[in-house]
């Protein structure tokens, strides 16, 4: 039953990308051209988002598990760090360069073209090597 909660919502979340826009490229690079020819749209994307899980948030709040089982994962601290701070850096500049970010990613793969499967590529890439590179970056001391 989870499985199949899981692919409907999974269906779901890429058919919002799709009709959101955030699958195209030139819309999200378009959104951050704010000194340029800025497009306000997806701000609603935004806001569709966020208060759907503002509400998903104070339902959690009054619920021991899941519906459909399991646990809760922890809730993240609530502090600024070197990993938070690095990964927003590094999730922005790439939002940013190639207009995609990992959900429409995947989602714009069935589009063709290779510009979306090098991305997917380096994105995985990243991910492969990030455990690796945390772990030298916890190693350094930091700096006040």
């Excluded at 069935?110 to 030298?136: C, D, E, K």
């Amino acid at each position: 039953m989870r499985n199949l909660f899981a692919f409907i919502a999974g269906g779901l979340f890429g058919a919002g990308l799709f009709v959101s826009g955030m699958t195209d490229t030139s819309k999200v690079q378009g959104w951050l051209d704010v000194f340029g020819a800025w497009d306000p749209t997806l701000a609603f994307v935004m806001g569709g988002a966020m208060i759907p899980m503002f509400i998903a948030w104070r339902l959690r709040e009054r619920r021991s598990a899941p519906v459909l089982g399991g646990t809760f994962p922890p809730t993240p601290p609530q502090k600024l760090d070197r990993g938070l701070i690095g990964g927003s850096v590094m999730f922005g500049m790439g939002w940013g360069l190639a207009g995609l970010c990992p959900g429409p990613s995947v989602a714009s793969l069935s589009y063709g073209g290779t510009g979306h499967w090098v991305f997917f590529a380096a994105m995985i890439a990243g991910m492969a090597i990030t455990p690796n590179l945390r772990r030298l970056l916890d190693k350094a001391p930091a700096t006040a």
